[in-house]
């Protein structure tokens, strides 16, 4: 895999940066390759307790909407194993979060630090954030992308597969999910085939899914979309699922446990999957929800390994991002 990452950071005071971690659709194939093959150089010095000091003297500003254990965590340590440090910022701690509009918080913080990692609801947000940004913007998680994440599961199926060719992902539950909206941009990237399986009304994002289609049609990928769990995941060498209710949906909990509840990855329905097929889930995980304990802490299980790649795979973002 051949870095093609070469981009330029422009004089901070007065200019807006040109390159951000935003969406996955937003890179080309063989830039998601090349993050993906600098996440392996990295881990494999991290494993072997290489000082790797690449971000030395940098910081990265972490702003919070949403709490989180695995996203914190790992951009904090992460930060810290390539030299430089984080400063973790909730909505209570900044101005935001009395109505200071986000385009002088970017403008400010653009001054302080090197870049700013956000996790937020509206993805919107962050995108207005970037505009006015003068440092990188990397997205932590909003309501309809996950690419940090999807990053990670991206590493792990190749750590586990060895490849992506010829693989077809399944993906059960909400459609309508930034999970499953990043699995679809990162899926065609890599050409990975990819089923989703989510009940009607919960389809995924219409123009997101319009575009993923474009794409795979240049990639040569298979994308399917339908109601049938069954036909979804029948011969899937990757079987992912997130939680039914997510952060801001609490409402709605009672509701999504009846709709959803065919959609449940089990032992029966991971029968029709591949043999040798791998489980993943972005935690946390609800058993006997959207996952029963017999998979998520089975042989087929994978999502420890797929946490700690997100470590491995945001200092990639990071590195590349924000070295001078």
């Not at 790992?74 to 509009?101: K, N, P, T, Y």
């Not at 060895?162 to 065609?188: I, P, Q, R, T």
């Not at 050409?191 to 989703?196: C, K, Q, V, Y």
Request: contains cysteine; glycine residues 8%.
């Amino acid at each position: 895999m051949q870095n093609v990452l070469k981009w330029e950071t422009k004089d901070k005071t007065n200019k807006v940066h040109d390159q951000h971690f935003l969406t996955l659709s937003s890179f080309s194939s063989n830039e998601i390759f090349s993050l993906l093959e600098e996440a392996q150089k990295l881990k494999k010095l991290q494993k072997k307790g290489i000082p790797h000091p690449y971000l030395q003297g940098k910081v990265l500003g972490m702003i919070f909407d949403k709490a989180s254990t695995r996203t914190r965590v790992s951009f904090e340590v992460g930060m810290l194993q390539l030299g430089g440090h984080a400063i973790f910022l909730s909505s209570r701690d900044i101005q935001i979060g009395r109505g200071e509009s986000i385009q002088d918080t970017a403008k400010v913080l653009s001054r302080y630090v090197d870049g700013i990692m956000i996790r937020t609801f509206e993805h919107q947000s962050i995108e207005e954030f970037a505009e006015h940004s003068t440092v990188p913007i990397i997205n932590g998680l909003t309501d309809s992308h996950h690419p940090a994440q999807v990053l990670a599961d991206l590493l792990t199926i190749l750590e586990h597969k060895g490849s992506f060719k010829g693989l077809k992902l399944c993906y059960l539950g909400d459609g309508n999910n930034n999970m499953c909206h990043s699995l679809l941009e990162g899926a065609v990237k890599v050409g990975m085939d990819i089923s989703i399986a989510t009940p009607k009304g919960y389809e995924p994002n219409e123009i997101i899914l319009e575009n993923v289609l474009k794409e795979a049609k240049v990639t040569g990928v298979n994308v399917e979309c339908g109601t049938d769990p069954q036909k979804m995941i029948a011969g899937a060498d990757v079987v992912v699922t997130d939680v039914w209710t997510s952060m801001g949906q609490e409402d709605e909990a009672a509701k999504r446990l009846e709709v959803f509840a065919s959609y449940q990855v089990n032992d029966g329905l991971c029968q029709l999957a591949k043999d040798d097929f791998i489980f993943l889930h972005c935690l946390p995980a609800h058993r006997e929800e959207e996952v029963t304990a017999t998979i998520i802490d089975g042989p087929h299980s994978v999502v420890f390994d797929e946490a700690e790649n997100r470590l491995h795979a945001q200092k990639a973002i990071l590195k590349l991002l924000m070295e001078s």
